[in-house]
């Protein structure tokens, strides 16, 4: 099954922290990317963070300093960890990754997304 599975979300007070993952399933030649997008009601879905497989990482400017996006290279997972929470920060949150399944076949996956309520 060549699928991505999220874990992490919650409801949690402003202030507070999260941390999310997702997992990369199937077979794996090589991960190129992988990151987190979120999405509103109404919105359109908008980037949080993401790294390269150079390592490299991006962040949106509203989270930049709060958030941290971290990868497990052997168990081809991300993370993002989120500080400092804030009631703007809640939406589904969705993994995103571009993954070669073998030297010819590429393809980008989404996660079932999760959600995240931060409460006032």
């Known amino acids: 099954q060549e699928h991505m599975v999220e874990s992490g979300g919650g409801l949690v007070q402003a202030g507070a922290s999260l941390r999310l993952s997702c997992a990369a399933s199937?077979?794996?030649?090589?991960?190129?990317?992988m990151g987190w997008y979120r999405q509103v009601p109404g919105k359109q879905r908008e980037l949080v963070a993401t790294i390269i497989r150079a390592g490299n990482m991006n962040y949106a400017d509203a989270v930049r300093g709060r958030f941290t996006i971290s990868r497990d290279i052997a168990n081809n997972t991300v993370f993002l960890q989120m500080n400092t929470l804030k009631p703007e920060d809640t939406a589904v949150y969705y993994c995103?990754?571009?993954?070669?399944?073998?030297?010819?076949?590429?393809?980008?996956?989404w996660g079932q997304g999760t959600q995240v309520t931060v409460s006032s």
């Open positions: 199937g077979t794996i030649f090589r991960v190129e990317s």
């Open positions: 995103n990754a571009g993954i070669w399944r073998t030297n010819t076949r590429f393809a980008m996956y």
